[in-house]
């Protein structure tokens, strides 16, 4: 797998995208064969953000080395307190947390896993800048963990073919749980993120597409001003995959 630095390839359809529904931000993919980076907006790609809920993925990693659940379908409780959103209300696995996002259940997670494990993880697989700070659930809410797309895009590539520094199979069980469709020939992985949900902060969508034996990792970031732009992150990364041809127009997000 080539992930070299080359020569950054703006999309006019990735832009054009971003003009029509007036949303600031970037949208980057990796040919994981060519190491190829194309996309919209390349200094903003460079920038680091808090990664919110697209950090559920190294979490499940570092959680699972570290013993935390022995697999993605352990229950965890949720800690019975009120939630932003009534679904989080229940005690669940990590398989059904990262379906519908839930922050309680990762929280828990990461206190099981604990500061100085949890940071080892993070170091390990070199994540954005590296810096979880001091509060185990609450840095990649919050900070001090930030990573910009570029980041993200090359971190999911070392995923998808598992060449991460981590057990084969935590990496598969990991890919597993944000896999949000398939068919013939191909797969679509992904995960959605908004820091300082639901008032206006980052938006983000992340993950790969696997199609007739080719990988390409992506990420968008965006700027969200309120509720309404949360099914925004999704529609217009498919949009733009779509306009690369990289996944079918006609595949709508559930």
Not at 76 to 95: N, T
Request: net charge negative.
């Amino acid at each position: 797998m080539r992930l070299s630095a080359a020569e950054w390839v703006e999309s006019a359809a990735a832009a054009k995208a971003f003009e029509r529904e007036e949303v600031s931000g970037t949208f980057v993919v990796l040919d994981v064969g060519s190491g190829q980076l194309s996309g919209h907006d390349e200094k903003r790609a460079k920038t680091r953000y808090v990664p919110a809920s697209t950090y559920k993925i190294p979490n499940t990693l570092i959680g699972l080395q570290a013993g935390s659940v022995k697999s993605v379908d352990e229950v965890l409780p949720y800690g019975g307190k009120p939630q932003s959103f009534e679904a989080w209300e229940h005690d669940m696995s990590l398989r059904d947390a990262i379906k519908i996002s839930c922050v309680p259940i990762y929280q828990e997670l990461a206190r099981r896993t604990g500061l100085e494990v949890m940071q080892a993880g993070v170091t390990k697989l070199g994540y954005g800048n590296g810096d979880i700070g001091t509060k185990v659930d609450r840095f990649w809410l919050d900070g001090p963990l930030k990573i910009s797309a570029v980041e993200q895009v090359r971190f999911l590539a070392r995923l998808a073919a598992g060449e991460l520094p981590f057990p084969p199979g935590l990496q598969q069980a990991t890919r597993d749980i944000v896999k949000l469709e398939s068919g013939e020939g191909w797969a679509l992985f992904g995960k959605s993120g908004w820091e300082n949900a639901p008032d206006p902060g980052i938006g983000w969508w992340v993950g790969w597409v696997e199609n007739r034996g080719k990988v390409h990792a992506f990420a968008l970031n965006m700027d969200m001003n309120g509720a309404g732009d949360a099914a925004k992150r999704e529609a217009l990364g498919r949009e733009i995959l779509a306009a690369m041809g990289l996944l079918e127009a006609s595949r709508e997000p559930s």
